[in-house]
């Protein structure tokens, strides 16, 4: 079992998303929403380099999710991890298609890659607006973390990757009542409703209660919305569900929208 397993997020949200998890000798980047200006001066604040990972994961195509993902494959070389239906809209994407080809590397829905000595992965499929979207399981030897974001509603699937997790992170990205108030159009509100949309506070916090389990040590609520949530709400959601199902000794937290997160070591 790894002993000094740390995850930081560096954005997370429509301003772009990035995140690392890793011992600080091995280490996965998980989607490339941050240029890589940013990215070594977030990882070099924490004694961190560019050597201190040696794979990306992407989750889907979203610009705020792949914005750089170009200059990483150009510059750093590193594999680039999804599934083949993904891969095959990055092949297309303005931004990446003319560097992704020599860092392609396929992880099949619902199969565990080694795509590190020790580490694992095994994307599922989750609900959203892009071509394919997918959370991931990830085995980093022996501690198992998932992360989903950018969903519309939470699948059995996922529930049941969840359960076998220490660490989870989820997406609360909005309230209700700030969404159906707030200044969005009509279309943009059906959109983010839609299964194919968002996960607001309530149903994140319902998928908690059917997530927890005994292993359960850490949850991060990520990827909220500047316009139509605030930490608080969202903080305040997900922990009453827990409280509810006796599980008040989670360690919940929300990440930052635009600036990184401090450096968890995770339990």
Not at 159 to 178: F, G, H, M
Request: hydrophobic share 35%; proline share 3%; glycine share 8%.
């Amino acid at each position: 079992m790894i002993g000094n397993l740390k995850f930081m997020s560096f954005h997370s949200g429509s301003c772009g998303n990035c995140y690392y998890l890793g011992d600080g000798k091995k280490g996965l980047i998980i989607d490339a929403g941050v240029s890589l200006r940013r990215l070594k001066k977030y990882l070099g604040d924490r004694g961190l380099s560019y050597d201190s990972f040696g794979v990306v994961l992407i989750t889907h195509c979203h610009l705020d999710h792949i914005r750089h993902l170009g200059s990483f494959c150009k510059k750093l070389l590193k594999p680039v991890y999804t599934t083949p239906m993904i891969h095959g809209a990055l092949g297309a994407h303005t931004f990446t298609r003319d560097h992704i080809g020599s860092c392609r590397k396929i992880a099949d829905l619902g199969e565990w890659t080694e795509v590190l000595p020790g580490v694992k992965v095994c994307p599922f499929e989750v609900e959203h607006d892009a071509n394919q979207t997918v959370g991931y399981a990830i085995d980093f030897d022996g501690y198992r973390f998932v992360i989903m974001t950018d969903l519309g509603r939470v699948s059995d699937e996922a529930v049941e990757l969840s359960r076998t997790a220490s660490t989870v992170v989820i997406e609360s990205n909005y309230d209700v009542d700030q969404l159906m108030t707030g200044p969005y159009t009509p279309e943009l509100k059906k959109r983010i409703l839609e299964d194919s949309g968002h996960l607001s506070n309530d149903d994140c916090a319902l998928a908690l209660k059917r997530i927890a389990h005994d292993g359960l040590k850490n949850v991060f609520l990520c990827h909220r919305s500047h316009n139509n949530n605030t930490e608080k709400l969202a903080y305040n959601c997900s922990k009453t569900a827990l409280k509810e199902i006796g599980r008040d000794d989670v360690v919940l937290r929300v990440l930052p929208r635009d600036y990184p997160s401090q450096e968890f070591i995770l339990k």
